[in-house]
């Protein structure tokens, strides 16, 4: 190793895009900055009430190239020298209609502001009647299609979103060659891609998201989905066999790229793979340690042996892909669709008079301050509250269930109200109702005969509420790491960007050079898991009536 290697993790997010610039020899962090999208911060092309959440792709470039000019403005005029890689992580599935040379429709003018023709976000359900046709149509086959994706497909996912905008829009339908996803799209433009059939197709999220297994020899025969709805009939055909471990190059940066950025054209692009499964690696994961990415959502990704794993399947999870979190292991995903969300919901809910009625007297910077301010404010006082078994009890399905068993219809619940129930009281509540969901799933881990060893908590909410870790380790009764980077995605990035650029022979030994470690463990406190363990089970109680209501 030379010390003057240097490699960049760009980290994209549902708000804002992240690169990091790193040191590949000891893990440094050199610089960083953070683009906030303009047409997403402006509400453009979504519709909240009618679940759909769209992106533009100009958010994206735009993005980009603030955010690693600014990193090597900050350090300095001989850093674009030492870059040797770049890699990607992105939110997903997060796919998008292209033309035939692999650009997004929403780039052309005749597209630039249909909704139909941009990124279809991460959690945009508008594909839930797609998605459960999927789940009846896989019924009829003799192989199951779904069992390396828990057995249940999701509104939030490739087919479903692809099906759904082939229906609802014929000109999109007609000017869609390909559906890409964004952590595969990124990588193509920064290496000047040009034909779609050439794009290199990450095996995370392939085999997450789009059904894609060895098993099969890619994915799902054309009957299956010719069959499904005559629209994706020879729709197979235009996308891709072959995928590839985040651990190799996609290509060198294009020449239009390196000029526009600064870089080399020697600079390698690494294959692109899902924030959290990045972030996994940025935050040091471990063979059956749960690694919880806890954002907005939550992600939890798990690795193991594959000779240990070989046979077994996970019901209800969101898939298990050799390779997807480090090559040569089986990596397993689950998560919840809101974790952050959910808190920020409330806060918006409180807010609410706040921005009505004051609005004409503060400005919005005083407006966002006092609003910035709920929140921790909120967690102060929750967690000053006695514990108590029959307190106001929530359920966390505030965008639908994500794992275990996905389902994009249930609905939240709060009970227990009653002229006692204040703020913190119920804030408190939801904050406990997210530890209980994630909770369901280490149980549907442990109950499908795959060990949970421990806990790695990463992302915003880990690293700034210590009111809502302690509850996790509490209901969890298992101790939680932090781990000690705020960056994990970006940091993640970087260390698979310094594998592709061969500075490391594997993955594992640019995890354990970069990494950073952990700066806190949480610990169960022995007297509130009893009372925890009460509350699960009547969460759970409240969980089933839900979802038969739903029914």
């Known amino acids: 190793m030379v010390q003057d290697n240097f490699v960049i993790g760009v980290d ?77 992580d992105t939110t997903g599935s997060t796919p998008v209609a292209v033309d035939a040379t692999g650009t997004p429709l929403g780039l052309l003018p005749e597209f630039e502001k249909n909704p139909n023709a941009l990124f279809v976000l991460w959690k945009d359900h508008t594909a839930v009647k797609e998605s459960a046709e999927i789940n009846t149509h896989a019924e009829r086959f003799d192989v199951n299609y779904l069992q390396f994706v828990g057995g249940v497909y999701s509104s939030e996912w490739f087919w479903a979103k692809l099906l759904h905008i082939l229906r609802v829009d014929e000109k999109v339908r007609k000017a869609c060659h390909s559906w890409v996803e964004h952590c595969d799209w990124i990588p193509f433009l920064l290496t000047g891609g040009n034909d779609v059939k050439q794009m290199r197709r990450g095996v995370c999220s392939a085999g997450h998201k789009a059904l894609w297994a060895k098993e099969y020899g890619g994915l799902p025969p054309e009957e299956f989905f010719a069959s499904l709805d005559p629209l994706l009939k020879g729709f197979r055909t235009k996308l891709f066999t072959d995928t590839y471990t985040s651990d190799q190059p996609a290509g060198h940066l294009s020449k239009e790229w390196a000029e526009r950025l600064g870089l080399s054209t020697d600079t390698i692009v690494g294959v692109g793979a899902f924030d959290a499964h990045m972030g996994a690696v940025g935050g040091q994961i471990e063979a059956y340690h749960l690694s919880k990415v806890m954002g907005t959502s939550t992600c939890d990704m798990l690795v193991a042996p594959l000779k240990e794993v070989e046979g077994k399947l ?174 994990t995605c970006a940091l993640g990035a970087a260390m698979f960007a310094a594998t592709a650029a061969n500075l490391y022979p594997k993955v594992e030994d640019a995890m354990n050079a970069i990494g950073q470690g952990f700066d806190a463990t949480y610990t169960p406190d022995p007297s509130r898991t009893a009372v925890y363990a009460a509350r699960y089970r009547e969460y759970a109680r409240l969980g089933n009536f839900i979802e038969q209501t739903t029914k």
């Open 12 to 88: 994209y997010g549902t708000d804002s895009v992240r690169s990091l610039l790193v040191n590949a020899a000891n893990g440094k962090e050199i610089a960083s900055a953070v683009f906030l999208y303009p047409r997403w911060k402006d509400g453009l092309y979504c519709n909240p009430a009618g679940n759909r959440f769209r992106q533009h792709p100009l958010d994206y470039i735009e993005g980009l190239e603030y955010t690693i000019k600014a990193c090597l403005q900050k350090a300095g005029p001989a850093a674009a020298q030492a870059v040797r890689a770049i890699s990607i």
């Open 314 to 487: 996970v019901r209800g999870i969101c898939g298990q892909v050799p390779g997807s979190v480090i090559p040569g292991m089986m990596g397993m995903e689950a998560g919840q669709s809101a974790f952050g969300d959910a808190y920020a919901w409330f806060r918006e809910l409180i807010a609410w008079p706040l921005k009505q009625l004051t609005s004409d007297t503060l400005t919005p910077a005083q407006l966002q301050t006092a609003t910035d301010r709920i929140i921790p404010e909120l967690s102060r006082q929750a967690a000053a509250l006695p514990q108590d078994a029959h307190s106001e009890l929530s359920l966390d399905w505030l965008n639908g269930r994500r794992t275990p068993d996905a389902n994009q219809e249930l609905k939240g619940a709060i009970t227990g109200l009653s002229l006692g129930s204040d703020a913190p009281r119920i804030f408190r509540s939801i904050v406990e109702a997210t530890c209980f969901g994630a909770k369901t799933i280490v149980d549907r881990f442990i109950s499908e005969g795959i060990p949970v060893k421990g806990l790695i908590g990463l992302g915003g909410v880990a690293k700034k509420s210590p009111f809502i870790m302690q509850m996790m380790a509490d209901i969890m009764d298992m101790p939680l790491r932090i781990h000690s980077s705020e960056q």
